[in-house]
């Protein structure tokens, strides 16, 4: 249902599901679109070549997924960082700059194992690395959040992320007839932005929709907390705020100091708890995108088959 800062409703109902099933209907009809222009001998604004076969679709799935994983997690950890430990922006870009480095050196590093690995088992082993570094930053993740563990979770995520990027890309090429090119670079374009896009958002209304039920839950339950307390809170609209920015709320209502205490602590329970839940989710979605990974190709650059057909001899 429409909440209070939807910017409109229809009928009661929040704009952003009917959004979402519209741009599902119109991702269709543009397939759809485009599958006529092609019969019909035109130009398409995409050439559809580029995903017909199942290795190449498995690309852009993998793709999607480890673009959003990415989103998520550069929403969720710079949230973290700034929220629950109080640092400011610039302090924030220099706690990921571990992260980003290690995805831009994984990039480029990665085809030096070309020949040593094939394309599936570089994208499972990817896909490994994203999951148990989001698993290994869910458990170590405290409110006093050292910066040894972090900084390993976020390089071994950055390890599998900057391969992944750099080898679904090059499977995509590799797949396409050389003349496609074009439409391969505006299939990845398409796929980055719009995964970004998802990723972000869903990250954003995972963490605020799992610390709103918690905290409603913790806040009810709780006998220290009477409802006359509760009702001068806008628990409709919780969302990440720190402690300080809580605290000043709270001191505008006619709680005592005790409840003001047991307020704040609530928040810094319930908020770490989102976060972790969040980043297993995080995890079982990497741990998901294995099998779009294991169906990209499973052979050696040196083994690539040649697609062109056999030439025939003169007396045939």
Not at 48 to 57: C, H
Request: contains cysteine; proline residues 7%; hydrophobic residues 50%.
């Amino acid at each position: 249902m429409a909440g209070p800062n939807a910017p409109f409703d229809l009928f009661g109902v929040s704009p952003a599901p009917i959004m979402i099933v519209m741009g599902i209907v119109l991702g269709q009809g543009f397939l759809s679109w485009t599958h006529r222009q092609q019969a019909a001998g035109k130009t398409p604004l995409l050439a559809l070549e580029v995903i017909d076969s199942p290795q190449e679709r498995a690309a852009v799935y993998a793709m999607f997924a480890v673009v959003a994983l990415e989103a998520m997690l550069n929403f969720s950890v710079p949230l973290y960082i700034q929220i629950v430990q109080g640092r400011t922006p610039l302090a924030t870009t220099i706690a990921m700059m571990p992260f980003n480095l290690t995805v831009f050196f994984a990039a480029m590093l990665i085809v030096r194992f070309y020949g040593r690995f094939t394309p599936r088992q570089i994208g499972r082993y990817g896909f490994i690395l994203c999951t148990v570094a989001l698993l290994w930053l869910a458990f170590v993740v405290r409110n006093d959040w050292s910066a040894v563990p972090v900084l390993v979770g976020l390089v071994i995520f950055g390890i599998g992320q900057g391969s992944l990027v750099t080898l679904l890309f090059n499977v995509l090429v590799t797949a396409s007839p050389k003349e496609l090119a074009g439409d391969v670079g505006s299939l990845r374009g398409t796929t980055n932005n719009l995964a970004a896009a998802v990723g972000t958002a869903v990250a954003g209304a995972l963490l605020v929709g799992l610390l709103s039920a918690a905290v409603l839950r913790t806040i009810t339950e709780n006998p220290k907390l009477p409802p006359e307390i509760q009702a001068q809170l806008d628990l409709d609209n919780i969302t990440f705020i720190s402690n300080d920015r809580l605290q000043s709320v709270m001191e505008q209502t006619t709680a005592s100091p005790a409840q003001v205490a047991e307020a704040v602590r609530v928040n810094t329970v319930v908020r770490l708890r989102a976060l972790k839940i969040g980043l297993i989710i995080m995890a079982g979605v990497a741990l998901l995108a294995i099998f779009p990974a294991g169906k990209l190709p499973n052979f050696l650059p040196g083994e690539i088959p040649d697609p062109a057909p056999p030439e025939r001899g003169r007396n045939e």
